[in-house]
């Protein structure tokens, strides 16, 4: 009866089909009652699955909350996709 589930990188080397099963697995634990920590880069996964993100960035805490405030979050953007210059 585990109460907490860590997993490191589940969706490192699945293809899409692979990963959403993956998902729905993880839901399903979750639905459970076990907590799920998910360490992982795809962010799909992790934002499908998510209650709660916490975006590290060089070590550091750059942004926690919801899976649409994190998304939205300038930080995040930032340091995920590049600095959106405007241009003239």
């Known amino acids: 009866d585990p109460k907490l589930l860590l997993l490191d990188e589940p969706a490192a080397g699945l293809n899409a089909v692979e990963t ?7 839901g399903n634990i979750r639905d459970l009652g076990v907590t799920v920590m998910l360490v992982e880069h795809d962010m799909e996964l992790v934002m499908d699955v998510a209650d709660q993100v916490v975006v590290l960035d060089s070590g550091r805490c750059i942004a926690s909350g919801s899976p649409e405030a994190v998304r939205s979050n300038p930080l995040v953007l930032d340091a995920y996709l590049g600095r959106m210059e405007a241009t003239a």
Request: aromatic letters at 0%; a neutral charge.
């Open 20 to 26: 959403g099963r993956l998902g729905e697995l993880i």
